[in-house]
C-alpha cells in the first residue's frame, strides 16, 4: 500500500526512536562476555551502558539544534551516519576502551537523531504532533520486550560482537528508508534572514517560563517511572521474594499500562488537548504514587501492592509525555530543533 509524506514521516520516527532503545537493550547479555573478553569487572562494562546514556543527551543538546540551522534531512542523515558508524567500529574494537568509545559514538547519533525527528514532527503537524509523539513511542516501547532476547540468542551463535552487527544492520536500513521516504520538513527561511545559532537559542528557550515548565513537567513525570524502575527490581526481589523470571513476568503490567498510555495519548489529543492529557495525567501519577505508600503503610507485602499503583505511574507518564514534549517544542517552531534537543537533554538530565 503506498504511503503518503505523512506516513512516511511517522514510520521513520519510529525507526529512528527505536535505534537508542535497541542499541542499549540488545547488548544487555553480552556484557558478561564482553567482561570476560577483556578481563574487566562488572563496573567497567556497565560503562557501556551508563556512559552511552549521558551519550544519547548529549547528542540531542548539541546536534540536533544544527537542524535549525542547515536543516532536518541532512543532519538527520548525519546523525544515522554516526549510529551506523559507531556500531561498525564496536564490531572491530580491540580494547574495551575503544567499545565504550565506539558504544558512545553509536549512541550519540542515535540521540542526535532522535532528537531533530523530534523537531521533524512538530514542523510537519504542528499542534497535532502530540499524537504522532504518541505513536512512534508506541513502537519505541515494543523494543525492550524483543531485543534483549535478540542479543542473547545473537551472543550464543555469534559472539560477543553479533550485538553490534546487529545494530550496524539496522542503523544501516534506517539510513536507506530516510534517505528514500523522510523528506524536509523545515521551511526554508529567505535569504537574508538571520541563521539561528545555537547559544542564543538556548538562552531564548531557557528565558521562557513556559517552555521550561512544560520541560520540567515532563521530567518530573519522567522521574516518577525512572524511579520505579530503579527500584522495583530490589523490592520486589529482596523484599517480596519474587523470583527474577517472576519479576519479568511482573513488570508485563506496567509495560502493558504504558503501551495503552501511549494508545490513548495517540488518539484523543487532537480531541481532548494538551492541557487536559497533561492534568489528567499528573492526576493519575499522584494517585498511583500515593497508592504505592499507602499499600505499604498498610502492611500489604505482596506484589500487587508495588506493580498495581506502578501501573497508574506509568501509564501517566505515557498519555501526558507526547503533549507536554510537543507543546514545549511548539513554544518556539521557529527553533524547533533547539527546543527538541534541549528537552531531551535536560529531561534525561533531570530524571536520572
Not at 542523515?77 to 567500529?89: C, E, F, P, T
Request: hydrophobic share 60%; glycine share 12%.
Amino acid at each position: 500500500m503506498p504511503f503518503t509524506r505523512d506516513h512516511s514521516l511517522i514510520l521513520g520516527a519510529a525507526f529512528i526512536g527505536c535505534l537508542g532503545v535497541f542499541g542499549m537493550h540488545v547488548l544487555l547479555p553480552a556484557l558478561p562476555a564482553i567482561g570476560a573478553r577483556f578481563a574487566a569487572g562488572a563496573a567497567e562494562t556497565q560503562l557501556l551502558i551508563s556512559v552511552s546514556l549521558l551519550a544519547i543527551g548529549v547528542g540531542n543538546l548539541v546536534v540536533a539544534p544544527l537542524s535549525d540551522r542547515f536543516g532536518r534531512r541532512p543532519v538527520l542523515l548525519v546523525g544515522l551516519a554516526l549510529y551506523v558508524l559507531g556500531s561498525l567500529a564496536g564490531l572491530v574494537a580491540p580494547t574495551l576502551e575503544t567499545l565504550i568509545v565506539a558504544r558512545v559514538v553509536q549512541a550519540f547519533g542515535g540521540g542526535a537523531s532522535q532528537g531533530v525527528i523530534r523537531a521533524s514532527l512538530t514542523d510537519r503537524f504542528g499542534p497535532g504532533a502530540a499524537s504522532a509523539i504518541a505513536y512512534t513511542a508506541m513502537a519505541i516501547l515494543v523494543v525492550p520486550m524483543f531485543a534483549p532476547a535478540l542479543g542473547g540468542l545473537a551472543v550464543e551463535l555469534y559472539g560477543w560482537r553479533a550485538p553490534f552487527g546487529l545494530g550496524a544492520l539496522l542503523g544501516a536500513a534506517v539510513v536507506v528508508f530516510a534517505w528514500l521516504r523522510v523528506q524536509e520538513t523545515q521551511r526554508p527561511a529567505p535569504a537574508d534572514a538571520p541563521r539561528p545559532r545555537m547559544l542564543a537559542s538556548y538562552r531564548a528557550l531557557l528565558a521562557s517560563p513556559e517552555y521550561v515548565a512544560f520541560v520540567l513537567y515532563g521530567a518530573f513525570m519522567m522521574a516518577t517511572v525512572y524511579l520505579f524502575i530503579a527500584g522495583a527490581p530490589y523490592v520486589a526481589i529482596q523484599v517480596y521474594g519474587v523470583s527474577p523470571s517472576k519479576y519479568g513476568l511482573w513488570f508485563v503490567l506496567p509495560a502493558a499500562a504504558s503501551f495503552l498510555g501511549f494508545l490513548l495519548a495517540g488518539r484523543l489529543s487532537v480531541a481532548k488537548g494538551s492541557y487536559w492529557l497533561m492534568r489528567t495525567g499528573a492526576f493519575v501519577s499522584l494517585a498511583g504514587a500515593l497508592g504505592i505508600v499507602a499499600a505499604v503503610a498498610a502492611g500489604a507485602w505482596t506484589p500487587l501492592a508495588l506493580f498495581l499503583p506502578a501501573m497508574l505511574v506509568c501509564h501517566a507518564n505515557a498519555l501526558s509525555a507526547p503533549n507536554s514534549t510537543s507543546a514545549a517544542i511548539l513554544v518556539r517552531p521557529d527553533i524547533a530543533g533547539a527546543g527538541s534537543g534541549l528537552l531531551g537533554f535536560l529531561q534525561l538530565a533531570i530524571a536520572a
